[in-house]
């Protein structure tokens, strides 16, 4: 089994511990990963704006980079969901434009091997225990496209739930999207705050110090919310919380610079 | 669509000030929560949700892609039965069509039954201008007149009022419009209701002309559907001597047959019931019972130029049931108003772009006000994908393309405001395309890391520091540690 990782933009620049993670998790699961340098990034974000041709040099530098190997793994539902529900979409609008140029054969073998992080262990590995050890309380947001158009259903809880020391609580309003939507962040930064607010006031509710997501852009926004207020409550992506075994906690990243 | 949202702030201005009226976020949330709920119960009764879904998605489809075929097919039966067909071309021709038709009973008054067809083409606003008044019957069309205000949402127009607020307003303006409310008014629902009883009963019982919209008309039998909760619209219907109906041509099922669908999809998605406690039917003109001339106004008014869109069309399978603005959490901090539009929420970020066009500041930033969640697909009885659409429209703003307007295929260019944006995204694009580029960048933004500020200047960065701190950038990008551990990766292992 062939497997690539696919970190993401957002991970590769900002958040590599989760790349990481999800390295350290899956060869502890027995999975040899690979890492192809050629990846870049999916296109959501160009594609969401309506730069649907700007995404198309990126479907075919997608589908090169991830050329022969059988899954393909990101820790990113928004960026699976681009890949899975988009290229095609892309490929079937350029060929209705008269120019195929290669769109749909990249779109329809790379859809379709193209994981999210949580559907590939659970339903490709088949484990919901991963062997990991987090002492701590949870509780845990579901990014929009994870949850609706990949469909990952409890995965992500299951997974969770079977972590050792983990007490997980629910989330009220765990399904209403936390107000990151891409450039909606900067576009229509009022509403965007305000959800953001939201989210965050429901996850102290319930207690815990921690809010686990799967998407890193969701808790980037989350977390700069958080930061500017000195709210005591923590962003970690789930990948984080699954590699950590007692042999190797997870450590928070570093606060360095000028950013406490 | 008409005049009377010109000139109104584009969507993120006007979002700017109602998420910071505490009390309407209350009430918005407060009833978007309590139906949303609801919906969801009446919903998870019935095991064939998702075939019902599918069954209106295709009659809805069908009829579109055949249109001009159950249009004549309507207009033959209607005129068969008694009524007039018009066809109205836009909001001006629509308006004065039924201006005309008013003026030659003689009359200068009229009820209405609540219609998004006739908020759509202004017509209270173009008859108050041609001397006639227009009294809305709707409870909460009402309160949203006498308050001398716009409707928030489709369904619950005065979604935006609480009780109290709708108290005052019985209290000062309905005396202007005819039988006043009495003096020791409460905010108690029952009080509230039976006022507005007794000031629309006078309505009803002196109106000889109506103006109605549907929400379906039956092409085999040139049948009009009308779902209400209320039974004011019934009395519209049946007490005055003339009848005008002003409908979108898209509310058009072939048969009585596909009215079951809808009969069940609509009233669990709008108001969560199982049924809706007044449905009138009612078929051209019958002697000696309900009105004795019926015209019945087809408007056009962009619907055939937003049916030419292959991916926007869809749109038009809309019923109009206002799930997607209860599930909506743009919706529920922005409020109805700030969509400049009586279609607010995720529908009518894609409708009303397309029936107006992207021109104005207003239009062109409707399809950026939403996150694309994705949980307006999800409930929507007739799955628009509105997620989609919306992408789609983006993209005609920001690229230009190709488009329809007024029946004739042009190409339009980007919308204003944008030029910065699309030479970042192409130069981002180039950057990513070329790895070496995109590591060279990577580095440049982790070596200049403890020079990084919390707040940056400049429009768009500000937008997202005002509120938000920036992440740390950290010191290795992720590219970076995977090349390092590569010749050994025991040696560099977590
Ligand atoms: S788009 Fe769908 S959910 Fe929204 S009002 Fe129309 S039919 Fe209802």
């Known amino acids: 089994m062939r497997v690539a990782l696919f970190v993401t933009c957002v991970n590769d620049l900002l958040y590599p511990d989760t790349g990481r993670a999800v390295v350290t998790l899956l060869e502890r699961l027995g999975v040899d990963v690979d890492f192809p340098t050629a990846q870049t990034c999916c296109g959501q974000p160009q594609f969401n704006t309506g730069y649907r041709h700007q995404t198309e040099p990126l479907v075919h530098r997608y589908a090169a980079a991830f050329d022969g190997y059988d899954y393909i793994v990101t820790p990113s539902g928004s960026c699976a969901a681009m890949v899975r529900e988009n290229y095609p979409r892309i490929a079937r609008r350029a060929t209705t434009e008269g120019r195929d140029n290669g769109l749909t054969r990249a779109a329809a073998t790379t859809a ?21 050890y987090f002492p701590h309380t949870v509780t845990y947001h579901p990014s929009c ?34 107000g990151f939507g891409g450039t909606f962040a900067v576009k229509n930064p009022h509403v965007s705050t305000a959800m953001g607010h939201d989210k965050i006031h429901n996850a102290l509710t319930t207690g815990a110090p921690i809010l686990c997501g799967a998407d890193n852009s969701c808790l980037m926004h989350i977390d700069g919310l958080l930061r500017r207020h000195h709210t005591p409550l923590r962003t970690v992506h789930l990948a984080d919380i699954l590699a950590s075994t007692e042999e190797h906690p997870y450590t928070a990243p570093e606060k360095t610079g000028n950013l406490r | ?104 009973t003689g009359e200068t008054e009229v009820v209405k039954v609540k219609s998004m067809a006739t908020q759509e083409i202004g017509l209270n606003e173009a008859l108050a201008e041609a001397g006639i008044n227009a009294y809305e019957t709707d409870l909460a069309e009402l309160i949203v007149q006498l308050g001398n205000d716009r409707p928030s949402h489709i369904l619950v127009p005065a979604i935006h009022k609480n009780r109290t607020e709708i108290r005052d307003i019985f209290h000062t303006h309905m005396a202007a419009w005819g039988r006043p409310a009495p003096d020791d008014l409460t905010d108690e629902p029952r009080d509230l209701a039976e006022a507005a009883r007794l000031h629309l009963r006078e309505k009803f019982l002196r109106a000889k002309v109506a103006v109605s919209g ?23 219907l049946t007490l005055p001597e003339t009848l005008i109906s002003v409908v979108g041509i898209e509310k058009t099922i072939p048969t009585w047959r596909d009215l079951e669908v809808f009969l069940q999809t609509l009233p669990r998605s709008s108001t969560a019931e199982r049924m809706n406690p007044y449905t009138t039917t009612w078929t051209g003109t019958t002697h000696g019972d309900g009105p004795r001339t019926f015209h019945l106004v087809l408007l056009d008014n962009g619907r055939t130029d937003t049916l030419a869109d292959t991916t926007g069309r869809q749109t038009l399978r809309c019923i109009r049931c206002s799930a997607c603005l209860n599930v909506c959490p743009v919706y529920e901090r922005a409020g109805g108003h700030a969509y400049g539009s009586p279609y607010p929420g995720p529908i009518g970020a894609i409708l009303t772009p397309q029936l107006r066009g992207t021109t104005t500041a207003l239009d062109a930033s409707l399809p950026y006000a939403s ?24 993209e005609r703003i920001a690229q230009g393309g190709p488009t329809t307007r007024h029946g004739t295929k042009a190409t339009i260019k980007p919308a204003k405001g944008h030029a910065t944006e699309r030479a970042a995204m192409r130069a981002a694009a180039w950057t990513l395309d070329h790895p070496a580029a995109w590591t060279a960048t990577q580095r440049l933004a982790t070596r200049t890391r403890a020079l990084h500020p919390r707040r940056v200047p400049g429009r768009t960065a500000s937008a997202w520091t005002a509120t938000r701190d920036l992440p740390t950038v950290p010191a290795r990008t992720f590219r970076d540690w995977w090349q390092h551990r590569e010749p050994d990766p025991k040696d560099s292992q977590q």
């Open chain 2, 214 to 236: 549907a929400n379906f008309m039956i092409a085999e039998t040139g049948t009009m559907v009308v779902l209400e909760s209320e039974g004011n619209g019934r009395m519209c």
């Open chain 1, 112 to 132: 379709p091997r193209t994981y999210e992080l949580t559907e590939f262990l659970v339903d490709i590995l088949g484990v919901t225990d991963v062997g990991a």
């Open chain 2, 371 to 394: 996150t694309l969640c994705g949980a307006c697909y999800d409930v929507c009885p007739v799955a628009i994908d509105i997620p989609e659409v919306l992408v789609h429209l983006r």
């Open chain 2, 1 to 104: 669509m008409s005049g009377t949202y010109l000139g109104l702030p584009a969507f993120p201005q006007a979002a700017r000030l109602s998420t910071r009226d505490e009390q309407l976020r209350a009430n918005l949330r407060h009833a978007t929560h309590t139906i949303r709920a609801k919906r969801a119960t009446a919903i998870a009764e019935l095991s064939d949700w998702p075939e019902l879904r599918a069954a209106g998605t295709a009659i809805k489809d069908h009829t579109l892609h055949h249109l001009d075929h159950y249009l004549e097919q309507l207009e033959t039966a209607v005129t068969a039965a008694g009524g007039t067909v018009h066809w109205a071309i836009d909001a001006d021709d629509a308006n004065r069509i039924v201006t005309d038709l008013i003026h030659a």
């Open chain 1, 145 to 178: 496209h994870g949850l609706r158009t990949l469909g990952l259903r409890d995965r992500p809880r299951r997974l969770l739930q079977a972590v050792r020391g983990l007490e997980l609580r629910e989330l009220p309003g765990a399904e209403e999207c936390c």
